[in-house]
């Protein structure tokens, strides 16, 4: 199973948190994005979920409309910057279905220090705006220890390296 998550691009700033909308420069780090993607044929999964706020829906939106392939994009609970990622990473490690999560930080960095590193206060990540990181669940089976999993990183996109698409 791969597992997208991607912070939110720029919003503006001020005003209520949960209701900022994408800065200009925003919208277009998210257009790049896709664009990017898109061009380097990098399959992204059919689900994109994101946080209740706005800039996590618009950064949603904006990337899956410059995708080729159609995607379903769905409002996810306990993905808010306060949100606990214990729970959030329990759900994860029992589905098998690849998504793509759009969020904030530190919720995000969190989530994925907790599965890679088991250690939620670990700090491995801290994802800039815009970025997106690509984490695999894999599971093995060994003689001595039976079946276990483990998360690892694949790879990570931070925006100066799809600038200008």
Request: glycine share 8%; proline share 5%; charged share 20%.
């Amino acid at each position: 199973m791969n597992l997208f998550l991607l912070r939110h691009a720029q919003a503006e700033a001020g005003g209520n948190d949960t209701a900022r909308r994408l800065s200009a420069t925003g919208e277009q780090t998210a257009r790049a994005l896709g664009t990017f993607l898109r061009r380097q044929g990098v399959p992204l999964p059919p689900l994109f979920e994101h946080s209740p706020y706005l800039r996590a829906r618009q950064t949603a939106e904006i990337l899956a409309g410059t995708l080729e392939t159609p995607h379903d994009l769905s409002e996810r609970e306990g993905m808010t910057p306060a949100d606990d990622v214990v729970a959030l990473a329990q759900n994860l490690c029992t589905g098998k279905r690849d998504r793509l999560l759009v969020g904030h930080e530190p919720h995000l960095g969190a989530l994925a220090s907790l599965l890679v590193c088991d250690d939620v206060q670990a700090n491995a990540f801290d994802l800039q705006t815009g970025t997106l990181l690509c984490l695999e669940h894999r599971v093995f089976t060994h003689p001595a220890a039976g079946a276990f999993s483990r998360w690892s990183v694949k790879w990570m996109l931070i925006p100066g390296l799809f600038a200008g698409y």
